[in-house]
Antibody
Framework: EVQLLESGGGLVQPGESLRLSCVGS????????MTWVRQAPGEGLEWVSG????????YYRDSVKGRFTISRDNSRNTVYLQMNSLRVEDTALYYC??????????WGQGTLVTVSS | QSVLTQPPSVSAAPGQKVTISCSGS????????VSWYQQIPGTAPKLLIY???KRPSGIPDRFSGSKSGRSATLGITGLQTGDEADYYC???????????FGGGTTLTVL
């Protein structure tokens, strides 16, 4: 059974940092791309960042470029999202997803990031 | 403002059929696979349709997907109260070099 377990969310002030982690199990982690998708309270889904399984290529939406860094440790079956210079508008539930067949085929339960002074 | 456009809401009676549209551009929907997700309030999204019209194991055939040109459509037949949820389309946008989602459609089963 595929499982994705996120952690690392919390309440921080604007300008501070957080590192999210997502541990995958039940599949060959290194073979799949992984992404982070967020959902602000009462809002829709927003694709944030992705990392390929094969060559570790990374992708970011413009609003997080230069502030967020996605990485993966295949030996630990873990994908990370380092978030620096956090803004109020980054407040959201952050989901980790597994990529397959051009889709997000599995989602974690999410970890909540709240940026507030 | 989402890159992909969906109607904010749709509704239909139990047992009826409903369709949800997703409109994009030649570069995103027109040249990439579309997937659909169901999000029941308070839970994580779940994959319903991938590669335009394929259903993952465990998804009933009441759910179907299609794509034509720059638009995609999710169809749900035999509506049940348990189908009440938010539905999102998604694809890749090579111009932005990121994944994109529609704004979501809330389905109400009256």
């Amino acid at each position: 059974e595929v499982q994705l377990l996120e952690s690392g969310g919390g309440l921080v002030q604007p300008g501070e940092s957080l590192r999210l982690s997502c541990v995958g199990s039940g599949f060959t982690f290194s073979s799949y791309g992984m992404t982070w998708v967020r959902q602000a309270p009462g809002e829709g889904l927003e694709w944030v960042s992705g990392i390929s399984g094969s060559d570790g290529r990374t992708y970011y939406r413009d609003s997080v470029k230069g502030r967020f860094t996605i990485s993966r440790d295949n030996s630990r079956n873990t994908v990370y999202l380092q978030m620096n210079s956090l803004r109020v508008e980054d407040t959201a539930l952050y989901y980790c997803t597994k990529r397959s067949a051009s889709s997000h085929d599995y989602w974690g339960q999410g970890t909540l990031v709240t940026v507030s002074s | 403002q989402s890159v992909l456009t969906q109607p904010p809401s749709v509704s239909a009676a139990p047992g009826q059929k409903v369709t949800i549209s997703c409109s994009g551009s030649t570069s995103n929907i027109g040249n990439n696979f579309v997937s659909w997700y169901q999000q029941i309030p308070g839970t994580a999204p779940k994959l319903l349709i991938y590669e335009n019209n394929k259903r993952p194991s465990g998804i009933p055939d009441r759910f179907s997907g299609s794509k034509s040109g720059r638009s995609a459509t999710l169809g749900i037949t035999g509506l049940q109260t348990g189908d009440e949820a938010d539905y999102y389309c998604g694809t890749w946008d090579p111009n932005l070099n990121i994944g994109v989602f529609g704004g979501g459609t809330t389905l109400t089963v009256l």
